[in-house]
């Protein structure tokens, strides 16, 4: 049985993350501010944290560990104008640092097996540029760095990779979707015609994490419909 960390595991795609490896028959370890939607789930040991909390104050994890993700994300969405830089911090240190400081606390746990995988979250506008977009693009294009850096020192030992989403319909993602209008807006930008859902994402760090992706590193792979890339109308 594999082992996997998923952080920030109890909603949204890291939920069904969860979910999938649980299918599979692994043994999943969550850490997520609260518990929530996993008491149902066997394979899952379940720690209390905060990413924005000192490192020291992460859980000690003495298992190795054949996998990670780290799934914690905001989308602040605001003209720049009227962004603060506590703005441009937060998501910093979210997205960013938080990914940051999980990989440095469970570095050794991962370098115990051969073949583990890192997967990290970036944004499709990142390399699409967006209005409204400038710090979380900001924060999720260090995370695009980090992607290639660490995959470049970590190989052959450990395979870093990440996942560039368009909106997803996540919880996360709520209050851009919450009306028939801003649903329709999102759906006709993309060449698919429709949104991205957790579970087809959480399926794509299933591949990223399991050996069917051996061969794969260093790669910001994008699950967007399309809509960074090709035009259609």
Not at 115 to 121: E, K, N, R
Not at 191 to 199: E, H, M, V
Request: hydrophobic share 40%; with cysteine.
């Amino acid at each position: 049985m594999k082992k996997y960390l998923i952080i920030g595991g109890t909603s949204g795609i890291g939920l069904e993350i969860t979910k999938l490896l649980v299918a599979k028959n692994n043994q999943v370890i969550v850490i997520s501010r609260q518990k929530r939607n996993i008491e149902e789930l066997n394979n899952v040991i379940f720690y209390s944290a905060d990413v924005t909390k000192p490192i020291e104050e992460l859980p000690e994890i003495d298992d190795k560990l054949n996998g990670l993700v780290y799934c914690p994300g905001t989308i602040n969405l605001k003209p720049f104008k009227n962004l603060k830089i506590d703005d441009f911090k937060y998501d910093f240190e979210i997205n960013f640092l938080g990914a940051v400081k999980i990989i440095n606390k469970y570095l050794n746990n991962l370098n115990q097996t051969d073949g583990a995988s890192i997967v990290l979250f970036s944004t499709v506008a990142v390399q699409t540029g967006m209005p409204y977009h400038s710090s979380i693009a900001s924060a999720k294009g260090a995370v695009e760095g980090l992607t290639r850096s660490l995959a470049a020192e970590f190989a052959p030992k450990i395979r870093v990779n990440c996942i560039a989403p368009s909106l997803t319909n996540t919880p996360l993602a709520e209050k851009f979707l919450n009306s028939e209008s801003k649903l329709q807006s999102s759906i006709d930008r993309h060449p698919l015609k429709r949104i991205g859902n957790s579970t087809e994402i959480a399926e794509l760090v299933y591949f990223l994490l399991s050996d069917s992706s051996s061969f794969i590193t260093g790669q910001i792979i994008k699950a967007d419909g399309g809509i960074s890339s090709i035009r259609n109308h």
